[in-house]
C-alpha cells in the first residue's frame, strides 16, 4: 500500500464565533520512497497538514490511512504510540538536548522502544555515521555548527528506522552553504531508500525535491513532479 493516503481530509478550528477552515479537502497519495515537499503562502494549511500526517493531530473530516492504517480517530495515546513508530521528526529550530552528547541525543527515542543501553548506543553510533558525525558522537551541541546540530538531529529522526521522515522547514535557521548540504544529505538519504517529506515555503529548497504539492487556502492548488530538480554540488 502507498504510505500515505489522505481522502479528502479537512481540519477547522474554532477561535471564540469564529470558523477557521485550515483544510478544506486535500487528498493526497504518497509511495514508499518519494521525496515530496509541502509548499505554499503562511496561512494555506502547511503545518495543519503536517502535523495531521505527522499524526501529531487528527482531521475534522476525511480519513488518513498511514501504511494502510487508518489513524484518522485515534486517541491522543494511540496516534502517540504510531507516531513514535512511523515518523522522524526534524525541526527548524533542530530541538536537541543541549547538555546531552551528540549520541545521547541520538538514542533518545530508542528509550521509548524498549532497547538495552548497549543496543541504543550502537543504533544511535551507526545513525551518526550515515549522517557523515560519528567523529562527533561525544560532543554537546553548543560544540557542534548549525549543520551539524541539524544533522544530529536528522540521526535521531532515522534511528527508529521511520517509514516517513517530515523535516518541518529544516533549513530555516541556516545559511545557504550549509543548507544545501542537509539538501545533500536529503538527496543521499532518498537514494537509500527513505520517504521524505519536508514542508518549506523556500523555492529554492523546494527544487530539491523530487515532487511539489503546493497548497492554497486549505486546498492542494498543485501537484507534481518536479522537472526541475537543483544541482547537487
Ligand atoms: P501555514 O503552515 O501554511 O502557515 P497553518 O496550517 O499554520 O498554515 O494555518 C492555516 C490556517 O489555520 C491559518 O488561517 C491559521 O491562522 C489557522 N490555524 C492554524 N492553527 C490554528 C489553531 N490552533 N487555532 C486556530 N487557528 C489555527
Ligand atoms: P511552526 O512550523 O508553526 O513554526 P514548529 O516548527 O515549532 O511550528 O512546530 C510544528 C509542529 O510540531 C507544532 O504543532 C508543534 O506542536 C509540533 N512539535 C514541535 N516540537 C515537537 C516535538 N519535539 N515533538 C513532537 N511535536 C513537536
Redesign the pocket.
Known sequence: PPVIETHDIA?E???GTER????RSVTITIQRGEYVAFM????????????IVGCLDTPSRGNYILNGKDVSRMSDNQLAEVRNKEIGFVFQTFNLLPRATSLDNVALPLIYAGYSKSQREEKAMDALQSVGLADRAKHRPNELSGGQRQRVAIARALVNDPSIILADEPTGNLDSKTSYEIMELFEALYVKGNTIIM?T?EEDIARYAHRIVR?RD?LVESDMANNDLATLH
Open positions: 481540519k478550528y474554532q477561535m477557521i477552515h485550515a483544510l505554499g503562502p503562511s496561512g494555506s494549511g502547511k503545518s495543519t497538514l503536517m502535523n514542508v515555503h497548497l486549505g
